[in-house]
Each structure stands twice: as structure tokens, then as C-alpha cells.
């Protein structure tokens, strides 16, 4: 009865072992299982909430807003950026939202039913000086107390302005984004701007070389700047030497300005818009302003300044709308006066009454 036999104490070992062995790798498996549970717990991309993850993809709308008159010349070119407008607002990438026509004649035309019209009052009569760009300001001002504006951010354009492909929000969030103009030089006027943009305020290089357009800006910081616009525009106007050296850019420095002194600056982007005669190519535009003339000679050389043999110039439709099918460039005409021209001619075949004259 005294010891057990050598083949009992080799059996009880190889249990202890096998249950040992069972134990451990049974820790190790679950604390595998609990490491992983752990690793997806703690990762970033897939604990961030579904909500967030929307958001970042969620459309930013914003709402086009062009200040016009109820004249032929203003009237056809509105009726062509709306055709685009319309063409462009529903594709991939647009964030387009609603169309105003800001009209500041003070009262109903002939288009309210053609394009979504909001009507305003024009400055009082001799306060504009000539210089009708003045109610522009004026009108935004009007524009933003009276109407319902659905969307956060506005997109202030012209109607000279064709929407080349669809057009995103470019601003992010209170940065404003603009279009940079090379003849917009704050720096070189320094004497003039100080007395409406004081030491203060900071360097003049504060002062963005940009217009009101085209600009996509929030809506809460253009109802604060667009006072501010007005009343510095008007003041340059009855500066004689202000206006004298601003000339027709006189509203745009005024915007510039205005926006600076409320501490708002902006995204510059080349890539807002091309201008033809000197912009050439397309690249990645996404408006052709067509506010130039474009003169040719029949060999496709470009006549500025002189009446080509081949033309298209916007001023040459003062009193009623370009006609239908316009005649293509020459030759050798860059690809930026090319495409204006098919845009126009393709706007005119589709619109209805085009050939009413309105």
C-alpha cells in the first residue's frame, strides 16, 4: 500500500500537462478575441458616427444671384446664363441650388415668367451718377432683407456669365472664394484706399484683388457686407479723385473693400473663370465671362482694339438679342472663343421665343 506504481504517476502527470496546456491556450485564444474586439472598438474610421460620415458627403447648395436691368441688352444675356444655369444645376458635382434674377428697374418685364425674378427698387433718380453698376450693391442690399433664401451661401454672378460644366461650392465655410483680377492692384492705390480702409484696419494687402463677382460667400457674411458695399461704393463715386482713378471698376474696389473691412477674405481661384479674348484655353473653368470683345482677322489673328473681319462682341447687341446660329470663328481662333460661340448659338436654338426679340 505504500507508493503508487511508476505508470500512475506518469498517467497524473500527462493530465496535469494536457490540462495546463488546455488552459493556457484557452487564455490566449480569448485574449486574441478580446485584443481584436478591442482593435475595432478604438478604430477611427469605423467608430466615426454614420452621421459625421454624411455630412463630409452632404451637399453645401448654394443659390445664384445676378443683379440685372430690364434692358434688351441685359435681358438676352440673362436668358443665355439661365439656359446654362439650367443645363449645368442637376449634373454630377453641381451644388447649384435656386436662380434669382435680381432685377433692379423697380418693376415687373416680360421674363418673370421665364427666369425666377425677384424686383427691387433702383437707387434714387441721379444718385447712380451714370453709373448704373451703383445699384448693384443696392440691390443686394434689398434683395437680402426682403426675400426667402433657402440655401447657406450665394453664388453672386453676371449675366454675361456661362456656366462652362458644373459648378461645386468652392468656399469653405466663412472663406469666401473669388475670382482674382489681374487689374484689381490695392497695393498701387494705397493714398485713395486709405480713406475709406483706415491704418487700422491693417495693410491694404488685406484688400482682395477681387470684384463681387464671381464670388460664392455665406449668406450671414454678405448681409453684413453688402451695407458696407453700398455705402463705400457711393462714397468712392462722390470722391472725384477716387472715381476718376477707379473709373468702371469703381463697384468692385468697393466690394473689395467692404469685405476687408469686416475681416473677410478670400479663397482666390484662376480656375472660377476665363475671359476670352486672353484666356485661350478652357483648362478646368467652370465660367466663360464674355465681357470682351473678340476681333479676328479671317486668318484667326486677333484684332483687339480694331473691328475684326470676324467678331463677336456683346456690345455690338445693344438694343436686341444676337440672332440665331452665329458664324464660328476662322481658323487658328483659340479654343476659349470657339466654345463661347457654341455655347451662345446652342442657348438661342433651344430657348423659346428667341426670335421674339425680348
Known amino acids: 500500500m505504500g507508493r503508487a506504481s511508476p505508470l500512475l504517476l506518469i498517467l497524473a502527470a500527462l493530465a496535469s500537462f494536457l490540462l495546463t496546456y488546455n488552459l493556457v491556450i484557452l487564455v490566449i ?28 458627403q452632404s451637399r453645401r447648395p ?33 451644388e447649384m441650388g435656386g436662380f434669382t434674377r435680381i432685377l433692379h428697374s423697380g418693376r415687373p418685364d416680360n421674363l418673370m415668367d421665364e427666369i425666377p425674378t425677384f424686383v427691387v427698387d433702383p437707387l434714387p433718380a441721379g444718385m447712380d451718377q451714370g453709373y448704373i453698376v ?11 432683407e426682403k426675400a426667402t433664401i433657402e440655401e447657406d ?7 454675361d ?22 487689374y484689381i492692384k490695392p497695393s498701387e492705390h494705397e493714398k485713395l484706399l486709405r480713406r475709406f480702409f483706415p491704418e487700422e484696419k491693417g495693410p491694404v494687402t488685406n484688400i482682395d484683388p477681387i470684384g463681387n463677382s464671381p464670388v460664392i460667400i455665406q449668406k450671414s457674411q454678405l448681409e453684413k457686407i453688402a451695407p458696407t458695399w453700398m455705402n ?58 464674355y465681357t470682351y470683345g473678340c476681333d479676328y482677322s479671317l486668318k484667326g489673328e486677333l484684332t483687339y482694339g ?3 473681319e470676324w467678331r463677336f462682341d456683346k456690345r455690338s447687341y445693344l438694343r436686341g438679342p444676337p440672332p440665331k446660329n452665329l458664324s464660328l470663328p476662322p481658323p487658328g481662333v483659340p479654343e476659349s472663343v470657339v466654345t463661347l460661340v457654341k455655347m451662345v448659338n446652342q442657348a438661342t436654338a433651344n430657348i423659346p421665343g428667341w426670335d421674339d426679340g425680348r
Not at 451703383?134 to 437680402?144: E, G, H, I, K, S
Not at 459648378?167 to 483680377?181: C, D, K, M, V
Open 153 to 159: 451661401y450665394i453664388l453672386m454672378a453676371e449675366p
Open 306 to 308: 480694331q473691328i475684326g
Open 29 to 56: 485564444q480569448n485574449r486574441f478575441k478580446v485584443e481584436r474586439v478591442s482593435s475595432r472598438l478604438t478604430d477611427p474610421v469605423i467608430q466615426m458616427p454614420t452621421d459625421l460620415k454624411r455630412s463630409e
Open 134 to 144: 451703383l445699384n448693384r450693391p443696392w440691390a443686394f442690399v434689398q434683395w437680402l
Open 62 to 94: 448654394f443659390h445664384v444671384a445676378v443683379t440685372a436691368t430690364d434692358a434688351p441688352y441685359s435681358k438676352w444675356q440673362c436668358r443665355i446664363m439661365y439656359y446654362w444655369y439650367k443645363n449645368m444645376r442637376d449634373k454630377d458635382s453641381s
Open 232 to 289: 463705400v461704393s457711393l462714397r468712392m463715386k462722390d470722391d472725384k479723385e477716387t472715381d476718376k482713378a477707379f473709373g468702371w471698376v469703381l463697384e468692385m474696389y468697393g466690394y473689395a473693400v467692404a469685405s476687408a473691412l469686416h475681416g473677410v477674405q478670400h479663397i482666390l481661384r484662376k480656375d472660377f473663370m476665363i475671359q476670352p479674348p486672353w484666356d485661350l484655353k478652357l483648362g478646368n473653368t467652370y465660367i466663360i465671362h
Open 161 to 182: 456669365h456661362i456656366f462652362v460644366k458644373p459648378l461645386p461650392n468652392l468656399a469653405r465655410e466663412s472663406y469666401p472664394t473669388g475670382f482674382p483680377f489681374f
